[in-house]
């Protein structure tokens, strides 16, 4: 359809990160937590989906949008391509405060094994969850989506929609970040 309307690439991508129908919106809304749900649970994280989005609203807050369903998205479609750099550190870190202020149990990262890269984003994790003392572990692994689609009852730190359509309970930790420290969009 958005061909039809002869959209280029980065309104097709807006369009496709924006809009969801009224019935898949509400269902999907229906499994977000709030921060205080937070306490003891264990958080499932799909790391590169969550550290995109967190960079992009942190330092590009231009690219990021609140879509139907509630969870906010990047919109630069940086995946396959994201790189460890020296802001990395400072996304991790802002997570991590934010996640010990929650009182999670512990996290656990998963990063997509075929990015270049990511056993480095990995073992960069878990130095930073050493650094703030938090249960968890980040590792690599070739299909994410399925790992986290497998949590049964965890919740799970994603924006990816299809995702969040086979999870439970689902928390946008950007979103919950950006309102507690009143970031704005």
């Known amino acids: 359809m958005s061909g039809h ?3 280029d690439q980065s309104q097709r991508n807006y369009l496709a990160r924006k809009v969801s129908s009224d019935h898949t919106a509400r ?3 229906s499994r977000l937590l709030v921060f205080e ?18 960079e992009s609203l942190l330092y ?12 906010l998205r990047d919109i630069q479609a940086v995946f396959g391509k994201y790189r460890p750099h020296e802001d990395t550190l400072i996304v991790l870190d802002t997570l991590m405060d934010f996640l010990k202020q929650a009182e999670i149990k512990e996290v656990h990262f998963f990063y997509d094994r075929p990015v270049s890269r990511s056993g480095e984003l990995a073992q960069l994790t878990r130095a930073v ?3 703030h003392h938090l249960p968890g572990e980040a590792n690599t ?3 994410v989506d399925r790992e986290l689609a497998n949590s049964g009852d965890e919740v799970v730190a994603t ?5 969040m359509d086979r999870v439970k309970r689902v928390v946008d930790l950007p979103g919950l970040i950006r309102n507690r420290s009143k970031i704005s969009d």
Request: aromatic fraction near 4%.
């Open 141 to 143: 692994t070739s299909n």
């Open 159 to 163: 924006s990816d929609g299809p995702l």
């Open 27 to 29: 269902r999907r809304r």
């Open 129 to 131: 969850l050493r650094k």
């Open 60 to 71: 590009h807050s231009d690219t990021v949008l609140e879509s139907d369903d509630g969870v």
């Open 5 to 7: 309307y002869l959209l």
């Open 37 to 54: 749900d937070l306490k003891g649970e264990t958080i499932l994280v799909d790391g590169y989906n969550l550290l995109i989005t967190l």
